[in-house]
Nanobody
Framework: QVQLVESGGGLVQAGGSLRLSCAAS????????MNWYRQAPGKQRELVAA???????NYADFVKGRFTISRDNDKNTVYLQMNSLKPEDTAVYYC??????????????WGQGTLVTVSS
């Protein structure tokens, strides 16, 4: 059983910054990709940023230059540094981790979500 615990969401004014964290724990042999998604009210969930086990990153066009994804493999934790936040960044942000365990390969697990609200 693998669990993700997210933290760092909250209310911020436009132009401000927030840092999200997501820590994985449980029966993990190896963590592969770690990703951040978001879902705004009435919209589909969308990929925000991704980072591979080797540290390669990928960003959605709407956050390039403003958000930075990083990971600490010793802590099984992924971060999302969000700068220059805009009201349209308001959403529930979800962490997603792909991992290997003793019983399964390439399994996915999701965090509970953390709300980010950007006021204008």
């Amino acid at each position: 059983q693998v669990q993700l615990v997210e933290s760092g969401g909250g209310l911020v004014q436009a132009g401000g910054s927030l840092r999200l964290s997501c820590a994985a724990s449980g029966s993990i042999f190896r963590i592969n990709a770690m990703n951040w998604y978001r879902q705004a009210p009435g919209k589909q969930r969308e990929l925000v940023a991704a980072i591979t086990s080797g540290g390669s990153t990928n960003y959605a066009d709407f956050v390039k230059g403003r958000f930075t994804i990083s990971r600490d493999n010793d802590k099984n934790t992924v971060y999302l540094q969000m700068n220059s936040l805009k009201p349209e960044d308001t959403a529930v942000y979800y962490c997603n981790v792909n991992y290997d365990s003793a019983w399964v390969r390439r399994a996915d697990v999701w965090g509970q979500g953390t709300l980010v609200t950007v006021s204008s």
